[in-house]
């Protein structure tokens, strides 16, 4: 299985074990969310992790991260709460490389994911700093 192949059949199992993993962490505005509100946020950051991975590029997922640290920043989230999803989403990714993508292909799946929401979290960053000045 290729690493788009695991994003297109494994799904709804990522996106279950991430909305878990981020419901069990506790944090300070994701506590006070349904599941389902969860499982919304989850859905279009992997979303968005999938169009970069389809397309070879960084920029949608840049263009998205903008977007959600105005909103989060506006409702209050902090950078590391923001940071911590992107952070479970990652995890999970790397579990279910290891578990799912063919050996030959792991190492390239997960320098790929990691490159993506690596770059998602700088941008978070940037993106929060810029709001807090």
């Known amino acids: 299985m290729t690493l788009l192949e695991l994003c297109y059949y494994k ?3 990522i996106l279950e074990d991430s909305v878990k993993k981020l419901e069990k962490a506790q944090l300070e505005h ?3 969310l349904t599941t389902e509100q969860i499982k919304r946020k989850m859905l279009n950051l992997f979303h968005m992790l999938v169009k970069s991975i389809e397309v070879n590029s960084s920029e949608e997922m ?3 991260m903008d977007k959600v640290s105005d909103k989060r920043h506006e409702a209050g989230y902090e950078l ?3 940071q911590s999803a992107v952070n479970m989403l990652e995890e999970i990714m790397w579990e279910k490389v290891s578990k799912f993508v063919d050996d030959d292909l ?3 799946a997960i320098k ?3 490159r993506l929401l690596s770059k998602a979290k700088i ?3 940037d993106e929060y700093s810029l709001l807090k000045s």
Do not use: C, H
């Open 30 to 32: 994701y506590k006070l």
């Open 80 to 82: 590391q709460e923001v």
């Open 112 to 114: 790929q994911v990691t």
């Open 106 to 108: 792991q190492i390239s």
């Open 11 to 13: 799904r709804d199992v």
């Open 123 to 125: 941008e978070l960053a």
């Open 62 to 64: 840049m263009e998205y």
